[in-house]
């Protein structure tokens, strides 16, 4: 195990909590409260697939150390060897982040919007850029995507996009990625082949479970359907089955037209609802120490959180943790572990902000 794990990571920890949950299973009372039995269920959930996970990697750790052995003895697997080592790290690096997100919300579904910033057509299509990486990573991780709202841009590229990520520590893995993004390159729009810098910035909210109180009134409520327009197949824009739903007291919009059905774009964008307003909720409270507008810096030069530079040289660098790879094209395909792995050790060692830096109790209203 490396040792930045084994410093965040005591199995005998973890088992001690689990034996107190499973007391607490045993007690006469434990379902009298079933909204506060489930969490206790799902954490002992995360507890067993933790501790399995790690008694799985030490029984690989103990496969590699007989194949090491037998590559000593003059034994031809050097080729296993490598492989099964490269599996191992990989192994080893996705779970040294889950044991990172232990954040209340963490474990949430995640739901991404992207915008594109200064730099005309450029940024729209580094924001469609963006997109496509953040699905292939999400497709890597077995996470279930959907586009609720997307905006196409005038000669190319997107000028917004909003979609939800589905799936176990979507919105703690995502977090890593709050912020602007900074693309250098030779601009395909250029006649001149000159080198364009271009923004767009990323910001991830935690979905919003039904079961946490959220008033919304229906007087409060307008809505309004439309024809939609752009991405979503021949039939999507046929009728007026594009809904924008605004919150009158708060100005809050939301918009889905990815759906054929209204009733199913009116859910997705009440659903999407529910969270900005527990967003604004949280910043109203926390307003003396942050507001919501801080993790959303100007989109534009000197506010990037990472640069992605294809030209003069190749590099993608993480400004807050310092992270770099020259494999530019990997990182663009969705290879972002390496990038949020980092993320995560530098928020766990201070050196980074965390998007909720009052802790998860504040995120939840506590």
Known sequence: M????????????LEEQLATIDRQLHQPDFWNNPEAAQKILSQRKRLERLLNTERALERKLADLGALLELAQ????VEAEL?????????QLEAFEAETLLSGEHDHRNAIVTINAGAGGT?????????LRMYLRWAERQGFVTAITDIQSGQAAGIKSVTFTVQGENAFGLLTS???VHRLVR??????????????????????VDDKIEIEIRSEDLRIDTYRASGHGGQHVNVTDS????THLPTGIVVQCQNERSQHRNRELAMKILRARLYQYELDKRLEAARKLEETKPDISFGSQIRSYVLHPYRMVKDHRTKFESGNVEAVLDGELEGLIRAYLVARRQGRVLSPYPLGEGALAGE
Do not use: N
């Open 73 to 76: 003895e003059g034994e031809k």
């Open 2 to 13: 490396s040792a930045s794990c084994g410093a965040i990571f005591d199995p005998s920890r």
């Open 82 to 90: 490598a492989a099964e080592l490269k599996a191992f790290c990989g």
């Open 122 to 130: 450029e940024s729209q299509e580094w924001a469609e850029m963006l």
């Open 242 to 245: 594009a809904v924008r739903i």
């Open 186 to 207: 030779i601009s395909p729009f250029d006649a001149a082949a000159r080198r364009h810098t271009s923004f767009a910035s990323v910001f991830v909210m935690p979905e």
């Open 177 to 179: 990625e709050i912020g």
